[in-house]
């Protein structure tokens, strides 16, 4: 059983940055695809960037080119850097693990493992 903790969520002004982390208990995580998703209040929960266990980035259209998504395989840590915060970005951040070969990797069902979530408010 992987147990995967979030961390770095909280309170920023419109414009802003944050990063979040996510510790996993699994060794080795590099067999691991990570994935962060998002859930905001009264709305389902959508994917936002994944790092594919073969290294390959994958992001939402709604944060491409401002969230990037870095793991250090050797902390056992995947980040989420978070630039140009919006307040559209409020939401519970959770983050995710998959071993599965082959699925898509921004679809919640395709992920075993989940975080408990961080909460990212932006304030406009």
């Known amino acids: 059983q992987v147990q995967l903790v979030e961390s770095g969520g909280e309170l920023v002004q419109a414009g802003g940055s944050l990063r979040l982390s996510c510790a996993a208990s699994?060794?080795?995580?590099?067999?691991?695809?990570m994935a962060w998703f998002r859930q905001a209040p009264g709305k389902e929960r959508e994917f936002v960037a994944a790092?594919?266990?073969?290294?390959?980035?994958t992001y939402a259209d709604s944060v491409k080119g401002r969230f990037t998504i870095s793991r250090d395989n050797a902390k056992n840590t995947v980040y989420l850097q978070m630039n140009s915060l919006k307040p559209e970005d409020t939401a519970v951040y959770y983050c995710?693990?998959?071993?599965?070969?082959?699925?898509?990797?921004?679809?919640?069902?395709?992920?075993?493992?989940w975080g408990q979530g961080t909460q990212v408010t932006v304030s406009s």
């Open positions: 699994e060794r080795p995580f590099n067999n691991y695809s």
């Open positions: 995710a693990a998959s071993r599965r070969l082959r699925v898509d990797l921004r679809v919640g069902t395709s992920y075993d493992y």
């Open positions: 790092s594919s266990w073969s290294g390959i980035s």
